[in-house]
């Protein structure tokens, strides 16, 4: 939650003076952001009887990936609030129960080592909860749809331009992208979860520390029968060794691996060039051995 200055603080500016009481939309938080860290919070909000309203400028929930992997404690954040039957349920089918991380050559190479055979393994005596793998796209819809059921007002392709502090508020100014239209919103509390490239902690001045840029990576979705190198093999998530190492995991019905871009990553690719690439890449990531003459 952002305890704000008192003086006006825009990502352009507010227009004017707060505007009257019966035209300002009210709200106990209002969450900007509305992926893995704005959904849970407005959850977790809403299992304690706060109504949040949550704004979030893409249209619907990810549809990337990207997160897949979750320890145990949020497994225990999101049982509180009954969310941990359908996460397993998810998980499971698209990574079976106790997966594990290992690395390998490709998919239908040698194993080199074990890095984690079993995620869960000695966990019992700890928590009632698991460790679990399970792709961002498939919980956030989870997550709204739970969100929903406890109260949250959610908008998307909507996104916020000017916030103030006030003794007992802040006044937030809000914009439908589709519409254009603009209106005011009255909150007791504001909470950034706008992402790591967050516009409101740059207008609070919030500067970050660290490397910066950690990588540019490319994501590929494949198609490949791969079961006869897979089935049975524990580990879920797949590490290659080569000098272009990726993660590769399965993803309903499908492939998907990410791996470094390399030093030319900022250089577009023309469409047909970066199918190409893809394809070949997807085969190399799949291995020799299981070509067997068909395409990825």
Known sequence: ML????????????????????????????????????????????????????????????????????????????????????????????????????????????????????????????????????????????LHRRTRELGADLHYRTELIGFEQHADHVLAEVRDLDSGETRPVRARWMIAADGNRSPVREALGIGMEGPGWLSDSLTIYFRADCRPWVEGRQARRRLRQQSRPARVLPFRGRWYARLPRGQHARRPLAARRQDRRCRCLARTLRGARALGGRRA
Do not use: W
Not at 4 to 20: V, Y
Not at 45 to 66: M, N, W
Not at 102 to 120: C, K, M, Q, T, Y
């Open 3 to 142: 305890a704000l200055p008192a003086a006006a603080i825009g990502l352009g500016c507010m227009a004017g003076e707060e505007t009257a009481v019966g035209d300002v939309r009210t709200c106990d938080v209002l969450i900007v952001g509305g992926s893995l860290v704005g959904l849970s919070a407005a959850a977790f909000l809403g299992h304690h009887g706060v109504r949040a309203t949550v704004i979030e400028k893409h249209a619907g929930t990810s549809i990337h990936p990207r997160a897949g992997y979750f320890h145990v404690g949020t497994m225990e954040a999101y049982r509180r609030i009954g969310l941990e039957p359908a996460i397993l349920e998810t998980s499971r089918a698209q990574f079976g129960p106790d997966g594990g991380i290992n690395l390998v050559e490709s998919l239908a190479g040698r194993e080199l080592a074990f890095f984690v055979p079993d995620i869960n393994a000695g966990l019992e005596t700890h928590s009632p909860c698991r460790r679990f793998f399970i792709t961002q796209q498939s919980l956030e819809p989870l």
